[in-house]
């Protein structure tokens, strides 16, 4: 798969999801290759159990409702994809961008972002914000709030 892939489920596939997601969650919790047997077909195939993790993932959100977003690592994205992706406009992208936040080429008079990038920018952020929660989780301790 090149391509960015957008999945949507089915009102009916929630309860699907939510059940092979117990399997999965089981499976997991095991040592050694994972095998999955397919309905239909003879046989099993090995699967890693990295991929596994990510389709626990998938599983997981449509479970809840909610579609994915699968692209590659290397696929380049729009700036209006990148901000999509962000959940922000694509003016606060650019200044991000400006600002050396997320990594970017340009390619003639666009910029392109790498998916890598933008996936990096949110770790980082993630671990910023966290990190200003337990810094306001202490002080609250300390002046005796909490």
Do not use: C, N, W
């Amino acid at each position: 798969m090149s391509d960015i892939a957008t999945l949507v489920p089915e009102p009916a596939d929630t309860e699907l999801a939510a059940s092979a997601l117990r399997g999965l969650d089981a499976a997991l919790d095991t040592e050694g290759p994972v095998r999955l047997h397919l309905a239909g077909q003879v046989g099993e195939v090995e699967v890693p159990r990295s991929a596994l993790a990510a389709l626990a993932q998938v599983l997981d959100s449509f479970a809840h409702g909610e579609g994915v977003t699968v692209l590659p690592s290397q696929a380049e994205l729009t700036t209006q994809q990148a901000a999509d992706a962000l959940h922000v406009s694509r003016p606060f992208l650019i200044g991000l961008l400006d600002a050396g936040y997320i990594e970017y080429r340009t390619v003639g008079t666009h910029r392109r972002v790498k998916a890598a990038s933008l996936i990096r920018y949110l770790r980082e952020d993630d671990e910023r914000r966290q990190s200003a929660a337990d810094a306001l989780t202490a002080e609250t301790r300390e002046l005796g709030f909490a």
